[in-house]
């Protein structure tokens, strides 16, 4: 049985309001006023409880919340506003920047056409695009670009602020030498994954990262998530908010001895991550969207009749490629295939199995394979943690309390 959540229920006891940093040192909202919407099975009313302390401390704005169960909905749940001043409601369909959480989708279309035949995992990247032999990179193959472990942290090649002048950042990519013999380093491609594999995708399919996922993925599956904005979702967008302090964000800005710092050139030293440009350029969704594409993952590649990735492509995208420390975080991450495993910096649920992609500053999805069960989190301020931080952990351990 699903239960409305509705911003007339009274909040759990001891939810009282705190002062809210975002909002300039103003007391929080009531938590009788904060909006809450959405459904949830009886089964667990706890995540909405959950959800609601987590609204009444008052340093999340806005942000959704979604949990699959053999392939089917069991919470669906959003809460807050889509503004920093508190005046624009969350709605069903809003949508923000999940950052990271992205990089696995984008992995997904590269992995999808490797079990369409597309793509073979052990031919060389440049099979594929032909200007990737550059470099000393001519054998460089496909596993180890999805396993980050291709050496390529950087695009040095594309001025500072380059990222949305067409053609630079590929032909910067094409051109880069290896910082180390591919293979060797253990090193977080936080900037370049998605822009490799979007250029594999585009070489090996002929259509754009884009167009391949919404075709493929997206629209097969009533997904509410997409790598890059057309201009009529660009009103569905949440704005995100930046929190200075957040530690990938102070590397990538404004630490300039920081690798995260050289990595980032290419983006506009001034991008809040609200510019229609930016939207344009990378991955937003829903908590919703994401948890039903992790959904079919988590029941081994299908939903409702339709193969988003053969099994055996999924089962080994989803074994441990490497286990270590990351070279650009200087964190212990455990690495698949375009999946980030259970590990010391990102727990990815509770179950040994699991696979997914955290978010800097708390967005995460994953699946639970074991359980066949998905669960996504899409909030549009960005926490000042270094892992998924204290709101999208809370409601995990709710959701293994509900069903364990």
């Known amino acids: 049985m699903s239960v409305p959540a509705s911003s007339s229920e009274p909040l ?3 939810s009282a309001p705190v002062t809210s940093p975002v909002a300039g040192g103003r007391p929080a909202a009531t938590p009788s006023s904060i909006p809450l919407s959405g459904e949830c099975d009886a089964r667990f009313g706890k995540v909405r409880d959950v959800l609601a302390r987590n609204m009444a401390a008052g340093d999340e ?6 949990v699959t169960v053999d392939g089917h909905p069991v919470v669906d749940l959003w809460a807050g506003y889509q503004d920093a001043a508190r005046t624009v409601p969350w709605e069903a369909h809003t949508i923000t920047d999940m950052k990271s959480v ?26 594929y695009w032909p200007d990737f032999a550059q ?12 396993g980050h472990l291709a050496g390529l942290p950087y695009a040095d090649a594309a001025p500072v602020g380059s990222l949305y002048t067409p053609g630079v950042l590929s032909a910067a ?13 253990h090193c977080y491609h ?40 057309d201009d009529a979702q660009q009103p569905l967008c949440a704005h995100y908010i930046e ?10 800005k404004r630490v300039t001895t920081s690798p995260l710092y050289r990595a980032w050139r290419p983006l506009p030293r001034d991008e809040d991550y609200n510019s229609v440009a930016w939207r ?15 959904a079919a993952l988590a029941m081994g590649g299908t939903i409702d009749g339709y193969e988003v990735l053969s099994a055996d492509v999924l089962r080994e995208a989803t074994a441990a490629t490497w286990q270590g420390q990351d070279f650009m975080t200087k964190r212990p991450f455990s690495m698949g295939l375009g999946f980030m495993l259970p590990g010391p910096s990102f727990a990815i649920g509770q179950g040994a199995r699991n696979f997914g992609h955290p978010g800097m500053g708390g967005a995460i999805a994953f699946a639970d394979p074991d359980r066949r069960m998905s669960f996504a989190y899409s909030p549009n301020r960005m926490s000042p943690v270094s892992d998924i931080g204290p709101w999208a952990t809370a409601l995990i351990e709710a959701v293994y309390a509900c069903v364990d």
């Open 12 to 14: 759990p006891a001891g």
């Open 61 to 66: 704005v806005g942000c959704a919340v979604a």
């Open 102 to 127: 992205g990089k696995s989708i984008f992995a997904l279309s590269v992995l999808r056409l490797v079990g369409q035949g597309v793509i073979d995992l052990d031919a060389p990247v440049a099979r």
């Open 135 to 146: 470099g000393g990179k001519a054998e460089l193959p496909v596993r180890l670009l999805l």
């Open 173 to 185: 990519l094409a051109a880069q030498t290896p910082e180390w013999p591919p293979g060797t380093q």
């Open 190 to 229: 936080s900037f370049t994954f998605p822009p490799l594999c979007a250029e594999l995708v585009r070489h090996a399919s002929g259509r754009s990262a884009h167009d391949y996922h919404l075709d493929e993925i997206a629209t097969p599956l009533g997904a509410e998530y997409w790598l890059g904005l």
């Open 243 to 252: 929190t200075p302090g957040t530690p990938s964000l102070e590397g990538m």
């Open 280 to 294: 344009r350029y990378a991955g937003h969704g829903n908590a919703r969207g994401m948890a039903r594409i992790y």
